[in-house]
């Protein structure tokens, strides 16, 4: 800002300023000290199929409490991966992830769990190397986990990043798409891309309200998703209105509070029963409902 307003000018340091980088050196810090001591923890989100109204698929969303107060993740992953931090915390996610789940993936093969990756995770190392060690160590199957990547990673066509992730892919990790819609978003650059599913970010499904006909962006989107070959997940469903008409999409699967808010481990299996039972009353309505 200070360029662009011209050669002779500069930015003036101001007590906001001062008062920003404070806070942000010292929630980087408090993150240091809560990831060196453990404390970072993991909740799980039930993603239901609508084929089998099961949930398929877990996304593990981290969690940090600081002093008994919650602090969202929108804030403190940025400054994760800011600071680096984003290596560590994310192995951690993983880990717990695997050896939380562990039992629940065994049950069943074609459950998965799916983990957010940073870019900074995939530029640093040997990523995939990584997970499949830790898929090793826990006893997870790699084809039971799915890697959720957002469209930025392929912003600079990282050659690295994209070998990181045809390494997976090759071990049977799945790859999806995270808050599609929101970047840049050309669907043509997602041939070719080493992507599973598309996950249609929540800003869409809240489009949808009772009573709407047709929406053109959100029907494109999983005709040329489908088209590509890739699976459809719908983020963020609210409403009953909402799941109904992103069946009638084709959507393969959807994720959002109307199903299960992300729950912590131990009740994770009342969260997924829960689920299950508002899936069920869903289909109650449909197959009830008039043609
Ligand atoms: P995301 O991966 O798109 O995860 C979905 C977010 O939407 C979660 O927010 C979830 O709680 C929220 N959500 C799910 N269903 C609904 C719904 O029906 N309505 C509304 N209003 N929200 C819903 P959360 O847990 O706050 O996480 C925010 C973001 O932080 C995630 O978005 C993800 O990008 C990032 N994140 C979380 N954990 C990790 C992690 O371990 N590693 C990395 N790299 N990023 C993470
Ligand atoms: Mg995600
Ligand atoms: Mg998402
Ligand atoms: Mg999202």
Not at 144 to 156: G, N, P
Not at 191 to 210: C, E, N, R, W, Y
Request: aromatic share 6%; charged share 20%.
């Amino acid at each position: 800002a200070a360029k662009a307003a011209g050669k002779n000018r500069y930015l003036r340091f101001r007590p906001e300023m001062m008062k920003s980088l404070v806070e942000r050196t010292e929630l980087e810090a408090g993150l240091r000290l809560a990831v060196d001591a453990g404390q970072i923890t993991v909740h799980y989100q039930p993603i239901v199929s609508t084929r089998s109204g099961v949930v398929v698929t877990v996304e593990a969303l981290a969690r940090w409490e600081r002093d008994g107060e919650v602090v969202p993740p929108a804030q403190f992953i940025p400054a994760a991966e800011r600071s680096g931090l984003i290596v560590e915390m994310g192995t951690e996610v993983l880990l717990k992830g695997c050896t939380e789940l562990e039992p629940w993936l065994a049950e069943d093969p074609a459950r998965a769990l799916a983990v957010n990756v940073s870019g900074v995770q995939l530029q640093h190392g040997d990523f995939a190397e990584l997970l499949l060690a830790v898929a090793q160590n826990t006893g997870v199957d790699p084809r039971q986990l799915v890697v959720e990547v957002t469209e930025s990673v392929f912003f600079d066509d990282d050659c690295h990043v994209i070998q990181q992730l045809t390494a997976l892919r090759n071990a049977g990790v799945r790859v999806a798409l995270d808050d599609f819609g929101t970047g840049f978003s050309s669907l043509g650059r997602l041939q070719g891309l080493p992507v599973d599913t598309l996950k249609i970010d929540q800003s869409f499904t809240s489009m949808i309200h009772a009573g709407d006909e047709n929406l053109p962006i959100l029907s494109c989107m999983v005709a040329m998703a489908h088209g590509l070959g890739l699976s459809v997940t719908a983020e963020g469903v609210e409403t009953a209105v909402q799941a109904e008409y992103l069946m009638k999409l084709g959507c393969d699967s959807l994720q959002g509070f109307l199903f299960s808010r992300p729950t912590a481990g131990p009740g994770l299996r009342s969260g997924i029963a829960l689920s299950n039972d508002a899936f069920a009353a869903l289909r109650g309505e449909r197959v009830s409902g008039p043609r």
